[in-house]
């Protein structure tokens, strides 16, 4: 019996060993460096019982550690280069491993709001855009507005009383005190919004040194917020999740198109891989070097999003994510306007004492506003790709009343604009569920036999 325990254990040691290297293998590399990225992926999972019915629940929300940025600091010491540099080619670029789940350093605090500071450097060509303070709108005529384009569409799939959920809902660990759900959305400034959550619940550090935001466990479990819908209800079986949403304050960022993608480039691409150039660009611009401008690198990495060779979820539509036109937001706030939609979040939350992060062009992080870059960096795009990054992100456009370069209010809201000439017949049965770029998502099957599937995608 003794000889067999150690046989066991031996047994056992090798299988952990075996284990380990295959970890580190396809297909489960892949799967890690998926969920490294956040990039949602389905679980198809089969029931004996019903072989035709699969369910997908989307990982979404990953707990993996934030890995250090892939480019180096000011404050490291620079590696030494050959004098000549070879050349930059698709079939020579290394890529470093880009933690798309890792947003770059935000600056700390500033008491300033945007708009009515002292104005960061602007390049003396570049168009001068108007001062947010202008441009806010008043939160219900937004939501009018998305209600009746979405109607006006055909856009509304919820039935009434129904909610759909956006890509992530995220609540606070003090959330009773708050009552406050947000829906994030990337390259809207939830980076910021998830450190100003970290300062609600009673995070004293400076925001610069606060990181790892992106972890969901840092924040209220949602699943305390069915329980709580559940123990009001007379029959708890059939709470849904607009039960459970009705009494928290419920707040979304939508940003425009087009400096959205200039901020994905930057964080994604300037600021992650070697020379500011994925190999994806190269192939699109041969003559691209690390010397070539932002600009040109831009207009190469524009052209990849919206012919699908450049794929990820931080350039995707904004609009079926966020289901603006399904989920009971209280407020639809623009990034543009941050500095002023956020005191009316603040007010509603009972959070007007914790202070908002500023923008990295607020405090000197980014010597330029991205907004500042806009035109120059369209300017390098091709007219033929530029209606096609119209054309990508049209519903974001016509939605929620976002304006192109060429309108005088860019890139603020416009709801007196005539979309159609702007964006040519809008024929609603051409919208799609999903976005035919949509970065494709790895299925994993499991035999798992459950007898059924709650809102909140647990096993009951």
């Known amino acids: 019996m003794f000889v067999s325990r150690k046989v066991l254990i031996g047994a056992f040691v090798l299988l952990l060993c075996f284990a380990a290297l295959v970890y580190k293998t396809k297909p489960f590399g892949n799967l890690l460096d998926n969920l490294q990225g ?40 620079p590696t030494e280069k050959e004098p000549t540099e070879p050349l930059i080619t698709a079939d020579t670029i290394t890529e ?36 947010s303070w202008d441009h806010v709108k008043d939160t219900q005529e937004i939501l009018n507005f998305v209600r009746s384009q979405c109607e006006k569409y055909h856009q509304i799939t919820a039935e009434p009383g129904e909610a759909k959920k956006p890509r992530m809902l995220i609540i606070p660990k003090n959330w009773r005190e708050h009552m406050i759900l947000y829906s994030s959305n990337p390259k809207t400034g939830s980076t910021s919004f998830k450190k100003w959550y970290t300062r609600i619940q009673g995070d004293p550090r400076p925001y610069d040194e606060i990181t790892g935001v992106h972890m969901m466990k840092k924040y209220g479990s949602l699943e305390e917020a069915w329980n709580l819908a559940k123990s009001k209800s007379n029959d708890p079986y059939s709470v ?73 979820f931080h350039f995707v539509p904004q609009w079926n994510k966020m289901k603006i036109c399904d989920f009971p937001f209280d407020i639809i706030a623009q990034t543009e306007t941050t500095s002023q939609q ?63 370069l060429s309108n005088p209010n860019f890139p603020y809201l416009d709801f007196e604009q005539d979309f159609e000439k702007e964006f040519g017949p809008l024929d609603w049965e051409s919208i799609k569920p999903t976005e035919p770029n949509e970065p494709t998502r790895p299925v994993i099957r499991a035999p798992i036999k459950i007898k059924s599937w709650d809102t909140m995608g647990k096993t009951v």
């Not at 019982?49 to 550690?65: C, N, P, V, Y």
């Not at 890792?102 to 602007?122: C, Y």
């Not at 992060?357 to 500042?372: I, K, L, N, Q, W």
């Open 38 to 77: 956040e990039e949602n992926i389905v679980i198809e999972i089969s029931s004996d019982t019903d072989s035709s019915s699969t369910i997908h629940q989307e990982l979404e929300d990953t707990e993996i550690e934030e890995a250090a940025p892939e480019y180096q600091s000011s404050e490291t010491e």
């Open 96 to 131: 470093p491993q880009i933690g798309l789940a890792v947003s770059s350093e935000q600056p700390s605090t500033t008491i300033e709001p945007r708009g009515h500071h002292n104005p960061v450097a602007v390049p003396d060509t570049a168009k001068r855009i108007g001062d």
């Open 240 to 312: 849904t999740l607009a039960d459970m949403i009705k009494p928290f304050y419920k707040v979304g960022f939508m940003r425009n198109p087009l400096n959205r993608l200039i901020s994905g480039f930057r964080d994604k691409v300037l600021r992650r891989t070697e020379g500011g150039i994925k190999g994806d660009m190269i192939n699109i611009n041969p003559h691209l070097t690390a010397e070539s401008s932002d600009a040109d690198k831009f207009a190469a990495f524009a052209e990849g999003v919206v012919k699908g060779t450049i794929k990820n």
């Open 342 to 404: 956020i005191k009316e979040v603040q007010e509603r939350t009972n959070t007007t004492q914790y202070e908002f992060p500023g923008s990295r062009s607020e405090v000197g992080y980014d010597s330029v506003a991205t907004v500042h870059l806009a035109h120059e960096f369209y300017d390098k795009v091709k007219p033929d790709i530029m209606e096609m990054i119209y054309q990508y992100y049209k519903w974001d456009f016509v939605l929620m009343g976002y304006t192109k």
